[in-house]
């Protein structure tokens, strides 16, 4: 099985990150292709990163139906392009929020997230709206620090997102606590052992789920709202983007 | 890694039957293995039925972790005593409606349940509410068969399901159907055949989700609502079901 | 008129205080009933005790079928089996976490719980959906107090319950407090007097919901969901709870 | 005890019939009276109807208070002035519309409403939703019937209420049926005879239910929403209206 | 254009300030008339208050049709006899708390409100239910002032309003702030200019939102709910409300 | 006063439709441009189209942002990269799709939407979530006609769409229609003159809406989730599209 996972920025440390724990998550048989856009932002911090960042997923996404690509996990905690994903590819999509909030959803009755910017709370309140796990979201927590601060290795990025954690375990009144962005994958088992609380990364849970999803046979289904797209000129920047 | 599924009703040829689809459905190395509690409902149709169905559950649970087992399988549309499982249980207990339902928000907008009796669809609408999936649950219908319908392989009973799927493709815009009851799973595949529509069977997608959950480390949070049981006193019938 | 009031726990001492608050509320006329199951858990705390309750619940209800019983009363604030019971009984069954959060809504437009454990807080925020109660409801609060604690006459569970009343009065911008355990019954009056805001207890409030829905002559209805459970066999422990 | 019920319409062969269900209802020793306001519309059948209603339900409150009344029933199926009615009162104000949705929701686990012009059914959606009683509503049926049409007693008006009810029965999926107009509160029986559903009276259960509340000494709570409303001026047709 | 703009209380100095308000917002061409009712209370304190005084808000409705008024603003933050109005007039009419409630969804992912009194807390949040705002609705706080106090210029009302918007600022996660009282509309700029945070006046969104209906060409739809009210009967201090 | 109209897709005809309607719509001294992007899809009937269609907006408001334009309007009724849109302005942004709803809701107490495709169908409903007016959506409805069927003006294309909002007129229960296209702008009133039911188009509204809100002085709040973009680098064929 050939599973595609989708960083929508260009960070490629991030990336490689992303990938490392993709491959940890697979069974044995998956081969995990991780990879960024060949356009797009840096990292995604508002819903104009988020908008940009698709056009460069959805290339991805044509190029691993040309190359037969199973299915695809969005390895942004925005899900960004997830349903414009589904229509373009024939297997399953997954976002990594809709991933973690799904199997948190299944292993406890409330969870909080912890994620980087207080400007993408809203974002993530949404997506648990969208995807029926707003009854399970307790609260979003930021720790004000930006996307790439947690590739700087020698910032004290962890002890922020660790204490931010600790406040989610202490006064939120959860059963576990989901990761809010991609690039804190590496971080869960660590947080889990400090902490003492289930720690659930998204790119994990994608991974499974991506997974499941194949060995079940269940493609997107394309009698509804994620039907290919139709044929059309496209122009400018985006000509390429015309499907035939 | 040890699966135990659980058919909440007594009877066996419907074990078997789910036992079946749920060793199709596994990965290698996963070991199924499918039993019916000792005591209970030979089937399962009613609020009442489900709640002396329960103790059965919970004594299946009881062996299941003597015996070590990693997760657990509820195999009856209405996941009767899901969350009483969960607190008897350290792996991850998924029950078959709720598995059903996930999935089938990831790969299409929209989907319908068919079931057997017009009576449990309100328990069906009140799951899909508990696991936030009712934004995604377009109909429920029922074919007013009863469940040992089922297990008559020389009746109508195909036929009569067939019909109902038809109408709700053509009638519930929805992307795909979910059969509602474990005693169907071994039809998804013919429906989804004669109608050319996407047919998802609980049994399956909860073995896959339970070896998800498993293989990514979670378990279920023993932090809140979800914590074991306390020891008490137990008197009667019940007296065997006091833990200490 | 018979009323039937089921502590489906085992204490007995806790029965005999929900008798006495039974009695006291009910019209001249009414003949109260006040029992214990002869089997299940001596409190009930979890899912797993709630669920193992359920079978001595409706063995009374059964009984009280034969004497012609003409409403129950289902006393433990989880509501254990209510919707099994409805189906059992001809005549209306009240839960009296169902009759407090109801009345509560008439006479206030905002209610706070008062509770046992932290872990069934959980449990009442669903029964608050289930009844459509969630808006009225404000907050669910705990003492970490057993329910065992609170048989025990010498203890400091009063002073305890009472500093999470006030707390509850002070913060949470409710009208009324509705105790959540019937093994608070007896303690609502001094509650009320000791902090001056009205205090609304399960048991007496259902007893006067059944007593209407009785002189009403309504009955549960039949046509739907909580049609009789239907024949079938039942085996082991069960297998005396098959209906014919 | 002493409950009053007011007609919020000024049409007295209405209060009557309203006057007489309520006796029926009533338990022994509860002192009924009905009455119209002394100022208002002939009958409801809008906001507009609604809203002139209010000051002449109000001033009945008042003259209630003075007369010590124990508790109130507003028997017009939108519940004029209900809050504003629970402000002025001491004891508990019940609206017909609250009473049957909140009865119909225990002894079934779906209602239909019938009513009288299409026009007011968003009204009844309103209440049912400020009530929390939503989710029991399975729908709302019109007749287009005038509401004085039900004081004719040579029209066909049963007639058409009893086919309406009857399609709501056959199509809506209901246990039972709401009569949507304190005009129908005696056709009750009947209709329950012709059909074989359990049919509500909203009248007759708000009598039960303002008995249940004063028998447990259930006051409106003053602490928020319905404290008394506070002295101030008034003038023009409305100055009578000042509290002091 | 002429538009008329309805203070439900009979406070002059009041409604000479709202009318200011009024011809700021107002385009060139808008003709602003702003009144008090004949009738009713001095200020709108209450679920009471706000009753007694639709009737005076339906004469106004009533004069300002036979003045052939394009459209209406119900200038008191409960909007009280919204619906009613509608039901009287042809043109639009626009309260001021929905107007607000709008435009600050329009502009900000959430806003708050500020209040006069605790006990009007909940009317607030019943609108916002009732246009659909409560998604964006984080948070209702009062100042425990008397609406009186706001027309007492020397008092210190006005620093006790900021202070409580200041926390609002601070604590709710808000983008805006709504003052909820047309007492409070002259406060907007200076509030504005002080904490710099934008806050929004529903008295001159109201003006804006109905000119803009006015000039769509929209008038209140007489299809359904809103048509205009059935002549009837009308007797005591109501009796000139009659339509024919 | 500058507003600018951006047509998300690349179809100048329907741009030059779209800026008809809105110049009739504004306000006199209101300057409308209207624009299609240089880059970006034919039309917009999918969720990939849509996602393509932002990269051209942005890059409008961009442009307009150096302009010094004063409100945006996004016409299509899907309303795709608001959000991101009103990140990179300072003025208020609109989309037809939010201000048909908002103004609908204001004059009728349920609205219709009429639009091409059924697939696109889903995308309104989750509008009508985001902005709160899910309350007041009673039905949508699609014609199964492509979004460029209705610029060939010899095509049957507005008998379709005449029937199926006589459909929606006479079958769901709605006080108003919304058209759900910025190609259908131009049969507003076409339509109400035929059927005689309130028509509402987008466009029109929304040019309005942010008329409305510029001379009220409301710009799109940076204090939260719509602060402007962060720096950051931007690569391939977005790079263009960082921000400084």
New interface residues.
């Given amino acids: 099985m050939k599973i595609k996972v989708i960083n929508p920025n260009?960070t490629h440390s991030m990336t490689r990150k992303i990938g490392e724990c993709a491959r940890r998550?697979a069974?044995p048989g998956t081969e995990i292709s991780a990879v960024s856009?060949?356009?797009?932002?840096?990292?995604i911090?508002?819903?104009?990163?988020?908008?940009?960042s698709?056009?460069?997923v959805?290339e991805e996404i044509r190029r691993g139906e040309a190359e037969r690509v199973d299915g695809y996990v969005i390895a942004c905690f925005g899900d960004p392009?997830l349903?414009?994903a589904?229509?373009?590819a024939r297997g399953?999509v997954?976002g990594i929020a809709?991933a973690a909030m799904?199997?948190a959803?299944?292993?406890?009755?409330?969870f909080g997230i912890v994620t980087t910017l207080?400007?993408?709370?809203?974002?993530a309140w949404?997506l648990s709206?969208?995807?029926?796990?707003?009854?399970?979201c307790r609260a979003i927590r930021s720790c004000e620090l930006?996307v790439?601060d947690l590739e700087d290795t020698g910032s004290t990025a962890y002890q922020v997102i660790l204490a931010e954690c600790r406040r989610a375990m202490n006064e939120d009144?959860?059963?576990?606590i989901v990761l809010g962005c991609a690039g804190m994958a590496d971080l869960c088992s660590s947080i889990e052992n400090d902490l003492g609380?289930?720690v659930?990364d998204g790119v994990?849970?994608a991974i499974?789920?991506v997974?499941?999803?194949v060995?079940?046979g269940?493609?997107?289904?394309k009698?509804?709202?994620?039907?290919a797209?139709?044929p059309?000129?496209?122009?400018?920047?985006?000509?390429d983007?015309?499907?035939s």
Same sequence: chains 1, 2, 3, 4, 5, 6.
């Fill in positions: 260009t998550a069974a856009p060949m356009m797009g932002p840096a990292s911090e508002s819903h104009y990163d988020e908008a940009l698709v056009p460069g959805l392009g349903f414009a589904r229509e373009a399953p997954i809709e799904h199997v959803s299944m292993i406890g009755n409330g207080e400007r993408t709370c809203g974002i949404d709206d969208r995807y029926g796990m707003r009854r399970f930006n790439l009144k959860i059963d576990s609380i289930t659930i994990s849970a499974k789920l997974e499941s999803l060995q079940l269940l493609k997107t289904s009698r509804g709202e994620w039907a797209p139709l059309k000129a496209y122009s400018g920047l985006m000509k983007f015309a499907v």
